[in-house]
């Protein structure tokens, strides 16, 4: 789809549809809408009138404006959108209310839309949050994953939406505009990543996607294979990767904004396990095939990076996908094994299926020891996240609040939603080994929790954020901006976080 920014007049610039928005309750229309009441005789404070149009949320009223009836009117159609109530809406339902209406336009004969919604909205609410989430919305409602389907049908989406504006801003909103449609692309691309079979996508497969993105941006990339992470000494990961036929990829993608402060640096690392059998401690079959999507951490790293080195910040960026399978066979380590990590900790690995936190473990002694500032993790970690906190919400842990505060922040700008979880002394006891440093599974009570004690135990000081992704990366049934499946989710957040509301000065001077 591409969205365009005009300035011109509403009434005569054609399109097979013209949007329009009504706040329920409120007498008083939005500028738009007063326009064309005007044009079509009062026939839209008529149908409010009858309440045959009444503003309730996601409320959707269509209409033919014939060229014979209304020669005033220059596009085919009208869509007025019910947009709720003014002091309950934002730019998170803004986002979620325009994915129903590109949604709701599917195979409805339209393929050009204008509006300026968007334009009358932005008088009201943030601005620039306003036409961020007008896009990113479009963009979300006609996302599918159907590359498979050899039988489709064909349909007719909307292709082309113009902002029709009445004033200047011209550049700022074109810049806004832009960001968001950036911004649902980025989301997409990790949801497409998550969605795509692991036959389809080995480790292998991910490092080139991940190099070719390094490329196209002009960015420092580099892969290691099974020696050199040997030489390494990344036990932990290595015993991961022992089970499986295709062979792992360290993946490590390096954007150099302040080159004079290598201090000035953060590193986001992405679980990337491209199928989880659970190894030896074999997973049962029942929703196994969900585990193409361990790699929803390293898929919303990846592509988020490309939009952060897009926008230049003055800030070094350094991403980690370490990816592999975990597979059983004569080869794959077993419970009881003992593995030691780069740092020198050894793990006791009591369940082969905690096999996340073992590749987390040596990709942050990697970052570590060249000198993280802050490490941020996101990982389809735990199934206990899907026991604690449901599909709404990911699962948060931090050990520096202001770090955290900034991450919260940014999430407020794209409607994801993070609940922080304690690393409270008590479930730490969980991990404890009798014959290791530590052990990789803390039993069955506060699953989420002792996860997150278990990647502590090797950031230690380092300001850093643990997300676990666990139940929201893929989810059972759409909703708001989200269709089943895989969601992309802490693609935009971490966007965000690095555009928009990180300060790494602020956490490492204080
Ligand atoms: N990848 C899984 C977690 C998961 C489960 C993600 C369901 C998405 C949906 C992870 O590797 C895992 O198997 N975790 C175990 C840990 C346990 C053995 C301590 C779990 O949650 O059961
Ligand atoms: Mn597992
Ligand atoms: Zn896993």
Redesign the pocket.
Known sequence: MNINVKIGDLNNTQSDLLLLGVFQNETKFLSSTVLVNQSLDGYIKFLIDNHEVTGKLSEITLFYTPREFYPQIKSKKILILGLGQRKKFDHNIFRELLSKVSMYLINKNVSTIISSLPDDLSKDFDSKEIYISFSEGLYFGIYKFDKYKTKNLPITIPNLCNIVLQDDNFDSINQYILKGIRLAKAECFARDLVNEPANNLSPEIFASSAIDISKKLNVKSVVYDLEKLKSFGMGAFIGVTSGSDRPPKFIHLTYEGDKKNPDNNIWIIGKT?TF?T?GI?L?GPVGMS??K??MGGGAAVLSAFEVICQYKPKVNVNIICPATD?MPSGSAQKPGDVVVAMNGISIEVD?T????RLTLADAISYAKKNNASMIIDIA?????A?VSLGEGQSAIFSNNDSFLSMLIESSKLTGEVFWRLPLDPVSKKQNHSDIADIKN??GRSA?TIT?AHFISEFVGDTPWIHIDI??T??ISSGRSWYKKGATGVTTRTIIRLILDTLSVKEIINR
């Not at 389809?380 to 206990?384: D, K, R, S």
């Open positions: 396990i989880d659970g401690s997973k969900a585990m999507g361990d975990n369940n299926d905690a096999e996340g389809t970690l735990t199934g206990a899907r599974s803390g699953g996860a666990a139940a990366s893929m």
